[in-house]
């Protein structure tokens, strides 16, 4: 006897099976923007920025520099997972 809790089963098997055949695509446009020459430029400037207001908030150059290098470090840890990712997918 059916419940009205059911779940629907083949609606999910579809829904999944469509977002599926979008993932290859969505991660090699992500690829390629996030490993383009402006994404570069951009990465650049944000750990710049970053740098900057740290050495003008007061912390000692040598603090500053080491943490705009684990900023770039966490960064880049982002980009290879998506990179990995849509390696994966391909």
Known sequence: MPHDHDIPVEDIKELLDAVAEKIPNLLNQLKATLFSAEAGQELGKAVGAF????????????DALAMARSYIGSLQG???QAKWASHKES
């Open 78 to 80: 982002v980009l290879e």
């Open 51 to 62: 740098y900057k207001e740290l050495v003008d908030s007061g912390i000692p150059t040598e």
